[in-house]
Protein backbone atom coordinates (compact mmCIF):
# COMPACT_ATOMS: atom_id res chain seq x y z
CA UNK A 1 0.00 0.00 0.00
CA UNK A 2 1.00 3.86 -0.50
CA UNK A 3 0.08 7.49 -0.05
CA UNK A 4 0.88 9.69 -2.56
CA UNK A 5 0.12 13.49 -1.67
CA UNK A 6 -0.07 16.15 -3.71
CA UNK A 7 -0.28 19.63 -3.70
CA UNK A 8 2.20 22.90 -3.25
CA UNK A 9 5.15 22.08 -1.81
CA UNK A 10 4.60 23.93 1.55
CA UNK A 11 1.81 22.14 1.88
CA UNK A 12 2.66 18.82 1.27
CA UNK A 13 5.78 18.87 3.83
CA UNK A 14 3.30 20.08 6.52
CA UNK A 15 0.65 17.07 5.79
CA UNK A 16 3.92 14.31 5.39
CA UNK A 17 5.01 15.27 8.60
CA UNK A 18 1.02 14.94 10.27
CA UNK A 19 0.83 11.48 8.35
CA UNK A 20 4.53 10.24 9.30
CA UNK A 21 3.72 11.24 12.81
CA UNK A 22 -0.10 9.04 12.36
CA UNK A 23 1.93 6.13 11.46
CA UNK A 24 4.63 6.16 14.46
CA UNK A 25 1.24 6.34 16.37
CA UNK A 26 -1.32 3.69 15.16
CA UNK A 27 0.51 1.95 12.50
CA UNK A 28 2.25 -1.57 13.87
CA UNK A 29 6.17 -2.45 13.10
CA UNK A 30 8.02 -5.25 13.87
CA UNK A 31 11.61 -5.85 14.97
CA UNK A 32 13.83 -8.82 15.91
CA UNK A 33 16.72 -8.82 17.93
CA UNK A 34 19.24 -11.66 17.47
CA UNK A 35 21.02 -12.86 20.92
CA UNK A 36 23.53 -15.42 22.19
CA UNK A 37 22.81 -18.37 24.61
CA UNK A 38 23.93 -15.59 27.60
CA UNK A 39 21.67 -12.81 26.21
CA UNK A 40 18.60 -15.43 26.02
CA UNK A 41 18.71 -16.00 29.23
CA UNK A 42 18.77 -13.44 30.54
CA UNK A 43 16.21 -11.70 28.22
CA UNK A 44 14.01 -14.47 29.72
CA UNK A 45 14.76 -13.36 33.42
CA UNK A 46 13.78 -9.30 32.34
CA UNK A 47 10.83 -10.39 29.90
CA UNK A 48 8.34 -9.35 32.45
CA UNK A 49 9.87 -6.06 32.83
CA UNK A 50 10.82 -5.60 29.32
CA UNK A 51 6.99 -6.25 28.57
CA UNK A 52 5.64 -3.32 31.24
CA UNK A 53 7.64 -1.08 29.69
CA UNK A 54 5.30 0.24 27.71
CA UNK A 55 1.67 -0.61 26.64
CA UNK A 56 0.90 -1.98 23.54
CA UNK A 57 4.57 -3.68 22.90
CA UNK A 58 4.25 -6.88 22.47
CA UNK A 59 7.86 -8.67 23.77
CA UNK A 60 7.85 -12.34 22.58
CA UNK A 61 11.21 -14.07 23.29
CA UNK A 62 11.42 -17.10 20.92
CA UNK A 63 14.11 -19.60 23.22
CA UNK A 64 15.27 -22.10 20.35
CA UNK A 65 15.63 -19.43 17.88
CA UNK A 66 17.62 -17.66 20.13
CA UNK A 67 15.93 -14.49 19.05
CA UNK A 68 13.31 -12.05 20.80
CA UNK A 69 10.52 -9.97 18.55
CA UNK A 70 9.35 -6.49 19.23
CA UNK A 71 5.79 -5.50 17.84
CA UNK A 72 4.13 -2.39 18.40
CA UNK A 73 3.65 1.34 16.88
CA UNK A 74 7.00 3.09 16.04
CA UNK A 75 7.70 4.94 19.13
CA UNK A 76 7.05 2.64 21.97
CA UNK A 77 8.49 0.01 19.90
CA UNK A 78 11.41 2.16 19.28
CA UNK A 79 11.54 3.04 23.40
CA UNK A 80 11.35 -0.82 24.60
CA UNK A 81 14.29 -1.78 21.94
CA UNK A 82 16.44 0.89 23.27
CA UNK A 83 16.06 -0.52 26.87
CA UNK A 84 16.78 -3.91 25.53
CA UNK A 85 19.75 -2.95 23.85
CA UNK A 86 20.81 -1.05 27.10
CA UNK A 87 20.36 -4.28 28.70
CA UNK A 88 22.22 -6.39 26.45
CA UNK A 89 25.33 -3.88 26.15
CA UNK A 90 25.75 -3.32 30.16
CA UNK A 91 25.75 -7.13 30.67
CA UNK A 92 28.44 -7.23 28.14
CA UNK A 93 30.50 -5.13 29.62
CA UNK A 94 30.22 -6.89 32.96
CA UNK A 95 29.97 -10.64 32.42
CA UNK A 96 31.64 -12.94 34.65
CA UNK A 97 33.32 -16.38 34.58
CA UNK A 98 33.47 -19.15 37.36
CA UNK A 99 35.90 -22.06 36.74
CA UNK A 100 34.34 -24.61 39.07
CA UNK A 101 34.73 -27.89 41.09
CA UNK A 102 32.55 -30.58 41.56
CA UNK A 103 31.74 -29.71 45.12
CA UNK A 104 30.47 -26.71 43.76
CA UNK A 105 28.88 -28.21 40.41
CA UNK A 106 26.51 -30.18 42.84
CA UNK A 107 25.87 -27.43 45.37
CA UNK A 108 24.62 -25.29 42.37
CA UNK A 109 22.08 -28.22 41.22
CA UNK A 110 21.62 -30.40 44.43
CA UNK A 111 19.43 -28.69 47.31
CA UNK A 112 21.53 -28.84 50.59
CA UNK A 113 19.70 -30.79 53.89
CA UNK A 114 15.87 -30.14 53.75
CA UNK A 115 16.32 -27.36 51.33
CA UNK A 116 14.13 -27.55 48.13
CA UNK A 117 15.21 -24.80 45.94
CA UNK A 118 18.23 -25.05 43.81
CA UNK A 119 20.60 -22.73 44.49
CA UNK A 120 21.25 -21.67 41.08
CA UNK A 121 17.50 -20.99 40.61
CA UNK A 122 16.87 -18.87 43.60
CA UNK A 123 20.52 -17.02 42.71
CA UNK A 124 19.09 -15.96 39.44
CA UNK A 125 15.34 -15.01 40.81
CA UNK A 126 16.98 -12.98 43.78
CA UNK A 127 19.56 -11.09 41.62
CA UNK A 128 18.25 -10.87 38.15
CA UNK A 129 20.87 -12.19 36.71
CA UNK A 130 21.79 -14.79 34.32
CA UNK A 131 24.28 -17.98 35.39
CA UNK A 132 25.02 -20.50 32.33
CA UNK A 133 26.83 -23.66 33.58
CA UNK A 134 28.54 -25.80 30.81
CA UNK A 135 29.32 -28.93 32.85
CA UNK A 136 31.67 -30.12 30.41
CA UNK A 137 33.73 -27.31 30.88
CA UNK A 138 33.16 -26.99 34.97
CA UNK A 139 32.63 -23.32 33.25
CA UNK A 140 29.93 -20.84 35.09
CA UNK A 141 28.88 -17.82 32.92
CA UNK A 142 27.20 -14.78 34.90
CA UNK A 143 25.25 -12.35 32.83
CA UNK A 144 23.11 -9.21 34.33
CA UNK A 145 23.01 -5.64 35.17
CA UNK A 146 26.48 -4.27 37.12
CA UNK A 147 25.13 -3.81 40.30
CA UNK A 148 23.18 -7.25 40.00
CA UNK A 149 25.91 -9.04 39.04
CA UNK A 150 28.53 -7.69 41.64
CA UNK A 151 25.43 -8.90 44.14
CA UNK A 152 25.12 -11.98 43.02
CA UNK A 153 28.94 -12.89 42.45
CA UNK A 154 28.99 -11.95 46.73
CA UNK A 155 26.69 -14.11 47.52
CA UNK A 156 27.60 -16.74 45.38
CA UNK A 157 31.11 -17.34 47.14
CA UNK A 158 29.49 -17.39 50.22
CA UNK A 159 27.08 -20.12 48.78
CA UNK A 160 30.10 -22.02 46.42
CA UNK A 161 32.60 -22.26 49.46
CA UNK A 162 32.90 -25.67 49.25
CA UNK A 163 35.61 -28.12 48.06
CA UNK A 164 36.80 -31.45 47.63
CA UNK A 165 39.85 -33.36 47.55
CA UNK A 166 40.38 -37.34 46.03
CA UNK A 167 43.14 -39.50 46.41
CA UNK A 168 43.48 -42.96 46.50
CA UNK A 169 45.49 -44.46 49.30
CA UNK A 170 47.46 -47.39 49.74
CA UNK A 171 45.38 -50.71 50.24
CA UNK A 172 47.15 -51.33 53.64
CA UNK A 173 46.38 -47.70 55.01
CA UNK A 174 43.10 -47.87 55.03
CA UNK A 175 42.93 -49.98 58.08
CA UNK A 176 45.23 -47.05 60.09
CA UNK A 177 42.59 -44.10 58.40
CA UNK A 178 39.38 -46.22 60.00
CA UNK A 179 40.88 -46.93 62.89
CA UNK A 180 39.77 -49.46 65.49
CA UNK A 181 36.05 -49.16 65.33
CA UNK A 182 36.15 -46.65 63.17
CA UNK A 183 37.91 -44.28 65.62
CA UNK A 184 40.36 -42.78 63.41
CA UNK A 185 38.22 -41.53 60.49
CA UNK A 186 35.89 -40.26 63.45
CA UNK A 187 38.22 -38.03 64.73
CA UNK A 188 39.40 -36.60 61.47
CA UNK A 189 35.65 -35.34 60.65
CA UNK A 190 35.41 -33.73 63.97
CA UNK A 191 38.66 -31.92 64.17
CA UNK A 192 38.58 -30.91 60.51
CA UNK A 193 34.42 -30.62 59.85
CA UNK A 194 34.87 -31.87 56.82
CA UNK A 195 32.85 -35.19 55.69
CA UNK A 196 35.49 -38.16 54.30
CA UNK A 197 34.09 -41.04 52.12
CA UNK A 198 36.40 -43.92 52.00
CA UNK A 199 35.67 -46.74 49.47
CA UNK A 200 37.32 -49.48 51.04
CA UNK A 201 37.37 -51.95 47.91
CA UNK A 202 39.30 -48.94 45.86
CA UNK A 203 41.31 -47.07 48.67
CA UNK A 204 39.54 -44.35 46.46
CA UNK A 205 39.00 -41.51 49.63
CA UNK A 206 37.00 -38.30 49.10
CA UNK A 207 37.07 -35.27 51.11
CA UNK A 208 34.66 -32.55 51.26
CA UNK A 209 33.24 -29.34 53.06
CA UNK A 210 34.12 -25.13 53.08
CA UNK A 211 37.50 -25.08 51.55
CA UNK A 212 39.03 -24.42 55.32
CA UNK A 213 37.38 -27.61 56.32
CA UNK A 214 39.00 -29.83 53.33
CA UNK A 215 42.27 -27.80 53.54
CA UNK A 216 42.44 -29.52 57.48
CA UNK A 217 41.36 -32.41 56.74
CA UNK A 218 44.16 -33.30 54.41
CA UNK A 219 46.62 -31.77 57.02
CA UNK A 220 44.62 -34.26 59.24
CA UNK A 221 45.02 -37.05 56.81
CA UNK A 222 48.73 -36.75 55.82
CA UNK A 223 49.71 -36.56 59.49
CA UNK A 224 47.57 -39.63 60.37
CA UNK A 225 49.34 -41.47 57.96
CA UNK A 226 53.04 -40.02 58.69
CA UNK A 227 53.08 -41.14 62.12
CA UNK A 228 50.96 -44.97 61.25
CA UNK A 229 51.02 -44.77 57.46
CA UNK A 230 53.94 -47.08 57.42
CA UNK A 231 53.59 -50.70 56.79
CA UNK A 232 55.91 -53.58 55.53
CA UNK A 233 56.12 -57.32 55.66
CA UNK A 234 58.91 -59.89 56.38
CA UNK A 235 58.67 -63.05 55.31
CA UNK A 236 60.94 -65.60 57.62
CA UNK A 237 61.76 -69.19 58.24
CA UNK A 238 59.41 -70.74 60.49
CA UNK A 239 62.24 -71.81 62.86
CA UNK A 240 62.60 -68.10 63.40
CA UNK A 241 59.51 -67.30 64.47
CA UNK A 242 60.13 -68.28 68.30
CA UNK A 243 63.30 -66.14 68.08
CA UNK A 244 61.56 -62.92 67.07
CA UNK A 245 58.55 -63.31 70.06
CA UNK A 246 61.08 -64.59 72.38
CA UNK A 247 59.68 -66.51 75.93
CA UNK A 248 56.14 -64.91 76.81
CA UNK A 249 56.67 -62.31 74.52
CA UNK A 250 59.44 -60.34 75.69
CA UNK A 251 61.75 -60.29 72.77
CA UNK A 252 58.84 -59.11 70.46
CA UNK A 253 58.14 -56.46 73.22
CA UNK A 254 61.30 -55.39 73.13
CA UNK A 255 61.34 -54.59 69.48
CA UNK A 256 58.26 -52.79 69.92
CA UNK A 257 59.95 -50.60 72.29
CA UNK A 258 62.88 -49.95 70.82
CA UNK A 259 61.57 -49.35 66.98
CA UNK A 260 58.21 -47.85 68.66
CA UNK A 261 56.65 -49.65 65.73
CA UNK A 262 53.55 -52.40 66.33
CA UNK A 263 54.64 -55.52 65.23
CA UNK A 264 52.93 -58.79 64.69
CA UNK A 265 53.62 -62.38 63.59
CA UNK A 266 51.45 -64.16 61.55
CA UNK A 267 52.59 -67.78 62.51
CA UNK A 268 50.52 -69.91 59.64
CA UNK A 269 52.02 -67.60 57.02
CA UNK A 270 55.64 -67.31 58.32
CA UNK A 271 55.23 -63.11 58.00
CA UNK A 272 56.27 -60.49 60.52
CA UNK A 273 53.64 -57.22 60.34
CA UNK A 274 54.90 -54.14 61.19
CA UNK A 275 53.29 -50.63 61.46
CA UNK A 276 54.11 -47.14 62.63
CA UNK A 277 55.44 -43.88 61.23
CA UNK A 278 58.13 -44.41 58.10
CA UNK A 279 61.19 -44.44 60.53
CA UNK A 280 59.75 -46.54 63.03
CA UNK A 281 58.65 -49.39 60.16
CA UNK A 282 62.21 -49.32 59.35
CA UNK A 283 64.04 -49.56 62.83
CA UNK A 284 62.36 -52.23 63.52
CA UNK A 285 62.63 -54.33 60.30
CA UNK A 286 66.71 -53.15 61.21
CA UNK A 287 66.55 -54.58 64.20
CA UNK A 288 64.66 -57.97 62.75
CA UNK A 289 66.97 -58.64 60.44
CA UNK A 290 69.67 -57.78 62.82
CA UNK A 291 68.30 -60.36 65.37
CA UNK A 292 67.86 -63.22 62.83
CA UNK A 293 71.78 -63.08 61.47
CA UNK A 294 73.93 -65.85 61.92
CA UNK A 295 76.42 -65.49 64.69
CA UNK A 296 78.93 -64.80 62.27
CA UNK A 297 77.57 -61.81 60.62
CA UNK A 298 76.86 -60.19 63.92
CA UNK A 299 80.28 -61.02 65.17
CA UNK A 300 81.95 -59.23 61.93
CA UNK A 301 79.66 -56.44 62.36
CA UNK A 302 79.96 -55.83 65.91
CA UNK A 303 83.90 -55.59 64.99
CA UNK A 304 82.97 -53.08 61.81
CA UNK A 305 81.65 -50.92 64.83
CA UNK A 306 84.16 -51.51 67.43
CA UNK A 307 86.41 -49.00 68.48
CA UNK A 308 90.42 -49.36 68.03
CA UNK A 309 92.19 -50.37 71.14
CA UNK A 310 94.22 -47.85 72.57
CA UNK A 311 98.29 -48.29 72.37
CA UNK A 312 99.57 -51.22 74.19
CA UNK A 313 96.41 -52.46 74.70
CA UNK A 314 96.67 -54.85 71.29
CA UNK A 315 97.57 -51.58 68.46
CA UNK A 316 100.70 -50.94 67.73
CA UNK A 317 103.24 -48.82 70.00
CA UNK A 318 102.94 -45.19 70.20
CA UNK A 319 104.69 -43.71 67.00
CA UNK A 320 103.97 -46.29 64.65
CA UNK A 321 100.53 -45.43 64.11
CA UNK A 322 99.42 -45.39 60.32
Do not use: Y
Not at 142 to 151: I, K, L, T
Request: net charge neutral.
Amino acid sequence: RSLRISGPDKLVGGLLTEVQALVRQHAHEEAVVELSLEETALVQIHLRSLRALREGVFVSLQHNEKKVVLKGTADPLGEVRLELEKLLDEAEGCAVQLTLNSAQMDRLHRPPGREREVLVRKLQEQHEVALIIDRSTMLLSMRGRAAAVASAQRAMEAALDVDEHERTVPMQTIPVIIGKGGSNIKRLKQDSGATFDLDRTTGRLRIQGSKTMVAKGCELLDELLEQNGGALELRVQPRQIPLIIGRGGSTIRQLQQDSGASIAVQKEESVVRMRGSMQAVEMAKLLIEQLLAPPSSNMDRSRQHAPAPPPGLGGPPPGLMP
